[in-house]
């Protein structure tokens, strides 16, 4: 082993550093109360004047320049970014590296990385955490302009509340390695005779770790699983959606001179990006030298690989059919606007988002007349929209919408309470926007709504409570579920209904109105995916999200 | 859920008493010290002069009888073991079950399992493991006539020492299931209005355990299993070896009854008895009802299970090639004495059995000299060699090692040391015994060894000690290997020598002499598979072992 640089000192004084963060976050998913050591408004009153004019300048300078990264094995240089709000090409070029030089120099790197001291490997992933905080308002320009959040929500859900996943899945990674002592004397009589041995207990990691984003919300599962397994002592290897890879270019530049500066190679965390026309996934996946794969997409091929990938951990998260059941409100136009809002948030491009909604038939006509007017409320006032829809991130989801508009064309049963329209945004003309279609259903239709369609589009299913608490564990247990939403006033009806949800796997948010976002999940606070239904089988975060990204090899001797 | 039969006070009383061994266990797993709530000896100065008489009239009687199990959806009865020992069938008939019945009747006891108190859960889980060691002496007997495990072995490998490994699983899944609180308020500010919430975490089980067990040391992995998937919540089926069903049977049995005894459904825990003509294991793993697998057994039906088992929970125990390197010694004899005796325990039928001995040029001759004196010692000792050696199980064992001496004859580089023979067991004539053959082999032969021969056979392989550790390693990391040994005097050596076992995941023996076994696993101390290498993928026991086998359903709403 090399001797370390900066000197041992240094790495010294960073474990201190981080040493009380560590702790707070052990502290915080234990009590899961509200915490974190981040501020995830953008307001210039916390951050000042300065860091969002910097940022947006480091954005902007890097548009139709090639990202430096200097990354092993580069073959050629790709990019595909479009933003959906200009609708103009980012023109940035990154490297395409070939599959195995990525995997040959995580494999180089290894070896001091697996002998460091895991509080060090926890002190420099928080030192990661840190510094991509800093970077946060480039983070958030990036982050727009290749998925299609407001400025606000980039900011918020992709920063601080991401980076808190990072930090709470690093809680766990202490807890799980602090919970094996690393010497132990045993003594015991064996036939008479004294015997002692001194024990030693090493953690050993597992292998490359594969981290594949999604193309919508890159960095809320990717840091998590990047922390995870480089805590752990794991290389990592960032895989981007080919047509959001700016945000992870930037995660994989702040990570490495974080690596650099305290003398480990770099390529401990490298990025694969690839084109639609030649996906690296699979090549990745199938390498033997990756022992763990992260995946958070679509349900096809994380399905794919849930059903082939054996002998490596594997850790999924997909999407599912979330459903709110209005079985009876205290205030009407509370509970319409929280929904609406989930529904208009990132127009509807989160896995969190609801899709349906059951309504009693005495609520039916009062609850979908406020939920379209709610909606209306938001389309209709531009900067509001802006704030809250941002923009839609690819055709695809303006084609789920019209396909559902087109199936539902003079089918009976069905009736169009609001129809799709794009709004205009005040800041970018050219913005690919799109409001909430919303259907009115009545009775059961599953052949409508029991998949997701990923885009802005919420179906107001007429049902009797009972009837859709039980369709929607259904879908819940059958196609996945992230996030489910209920509302009554009747202690009796939630008391039947929550363990339906519960044998589903189904997180539940009731009667929740006001201020905050139902479908805000909290780091340190809610778990998030249980594991128990298709819509993925990783928790962020629990002790299983972590435990077996390392393993433990032992030696024993009599003692000297 | 039906009211608690015996009431409630007793559930509580039940949790009170076994806190402190919960506890004990829990501690003991940290420290990683000597512990054990049992004694593993046989010794009637422990137990008294009449539990072991007691305990063989037991098994006595059960013989040439239908054992009673009232089991769900009965076909027929079954039953094939024959005891090593005498020779003869036991004649003891079990009921071979319905498999959607066996896993009906789980699901119908799931519920109010599922509703416990994980607590209450623990201590049921700990009252069965003292009511099987009030019952080991009758264990003892079966392990011994179905396995052929000496008397004392059956009766501490097989009692107390798996038992421990049961006692180790529960404390880590006492220490996962608390590591979730299961309520929080959450206070937090958004957009200047205060929310509260209140949240609730449940424990949710993932479904029926499956627990497939080996033929010659059927409790050892067995009792980890089932307490691991039984106290985080989840119904179990135990499918033995059809060959070696009676230790399952027994532990059905106990479990069962302490299950009714605290007005908990006994089909909980059922057993499916299978033949070898009409095996039921895949059935099993195949239903999707069943979503965590243990396995115990061959490499062959392992490694299918790794490569072909998706969307469930798989823990698997199979076997590899353990080596020992002897770089050089400070008494030749006491090391090779303890290899010996390694090599002679239950004659090799163990996972943690050497295969492979290298030794240096300079050592070859004495060392294997004192080694094939050694193991005459035993072997020409009957009353020695009934203790350690025991009987072999099937007679695929002598074929192994009788293909073994059929592939060496005539072979350039390979000579006989010591040819494979019967002892004569004092007490069963009858007994099929088998003492080991050892073989000399001149240099580097994997095609010989580098598989595993289940069955008392040893090869001395004259090697330089770096290339045998780079080979030994090699194999570990290619085959698998579960316990490795190395005897060197040289600190520079050992200190080259360990990264490579820590790299291949081979928890490694150093220098151990003495009265102690050398492949002694202590439950507590010593972690068992590390799951790096082909030898399986799960550790007795760490975190990993058991944190996902349930997961996490929460549910918010605000506060009242």
């Known amino acids: ?30 009590a899961r109360a509200a915490w974190s050591p981040f501020k995830d408004s953008p307001s210039t009153k916390i951050h000042g004047p300065d860091k969002p004019v910097a940022g947006k300048a480091a954005f902007e300078a890097q548009l139709n320049r090639p990202f430096d990264l200097d990354l092993p094995g580069v073959i050629d240089r790709v990019g595909s970014e479009v933003s959906p709000f200009t609708g103009k090409a980012l023109g940035i070029t990154y490297p395409r590296c070939d599959p195995e030089a990525l ?39 990036a982050v727009m302009h290749v998925a299609g959040q407001s400025y606000t929500q980039a900011f918020s859900g992709s920063g601080p509340n991401a980076l808190d996943r990072g930090i709470e899945a690093l809680a766990y990674a202490a807890k799980a390695m602090r919970d094996v002592t690393r010497s132990a004397r045993y003594e015991r009589d064996f036939a008479g005779e004294a015997v002692s041995l001194d024990k030693t207990y090493v953690l050993v990691p597992r292998g490359i770790g594969l981290v594949i984003c999604c193309a919508s919300f890159p960095t809320w599962n990717a840091y998590p699983a990047l922390f995870a397994s480089l805590a752990t002592g794991n290389p990592v290897i960032l895989k981007p959606h080919p047509i959001a890879a700016l945000p992870m270019a930037i995660v994989a530049r702040e990570c490495r001179r974080v690596l650099a500066d305290f003398g480990f190679d770099p390529n401990l965390i490298t990025l694969a990006v690839d084109t639609l ?24 091929y994380g399905g794919h690989l849930e059903r082939t990938v054996t002998g490596k951990l594997l850790f999924t998260e997909t999407a599912g059919v979330n459903t709110v059941v209005v079985e009876s409100v205290a205030d009407l136009d509370a509970a319409a606007r929280a929904v609406a809002r989930a529904a208009s948030l990132f127009s509807a491009q989160m896995c969190t988002s609801p899709q349906v909604v059951y309504v009693t038939l005495a609520l039916a006509e009062p609850f979908a007349a406020a939920l379209v007017a709610q909606i209306d409320a938001i389309a209709e006032d531009p900067a509001l929209a802006a704030g ?41 003309p050219q913005a690919r926007t799109l ?47 992230i996030s489910s939403y209920l509302y009554s006033t009747d202690e ?15 997180n539940l948010t009731i009667n929740l109105t006001g201020a905050m976002w139902i479908n805000f999940a909290a780091a340190y606070s809610d778990y998030h995916v249980s594991g128990l239904n298709p819509a993925g089988n990783a928790c962020l975060a629990d002790l299983a999200f972590v435990a077996a990204r390392f393993r433990i090899v032992q030696r024993r001797r009599p003692t000297a």
Chains 1, 2 share one sequence.
């Open 1 to 30: 082993m090399n001797a370390p640089f900066p000197p041992a000192e240094a790495r010294r004084a960073l474990i201190e550093r981080h040493a009380p963060l560590i702790e707070a976050a052990i502290k915080a998913v234990s």
């Open 103 to 141: 995997i040959a120099a995580g494999q180089t790197a290894w070896p001091d990385w697996r002998a460091a001291d895991p509080e060090l490997r926890l002190a420099l992933c928080a030192e990661m955490a840190m510094r991509l905080y800093d970077a946060n308002f480039e983070m958030a320009q």
């Open 277 to 300: 026309a030649e996906p690296v996934a699979q090549v990745l996946v199938d390498h033997p030298a990756v022992q763990i794969v992260d995946f958070t997409g679509s349900p096809r």
């Open 388 to 428: 809250i829809m941002g923009a839609v991130q690819g055709e695809v989801s303006l084609k789920a919408v019209a396909d559902v508009r087109g199936a539902v064309e003079r089918r009976p049963g069905v009736r169009v309470l609001r129809e799709a329209a794009p709004y205009a945004h005040p800041q970018f």
């Open 435 to 481: 409001t909430p279609l919303v259907l009115g259903v009545a009775g059961s239709a599953p052949d409508l709504y029991a998949e997701e369609h990923f885009g802005p589009v919420l179906f107001v299913v007429t049902m009797e409570a009972d009837a859709a608490v039980a369709e929607a564990t259904h879908l819940a247990r059958t196609k996945g579920s």
């Open 492 to 506: 009796a009806f939630i008391d039947r209904s929550t363990p339906l949800y519960e044998q589903a796997g189904a």
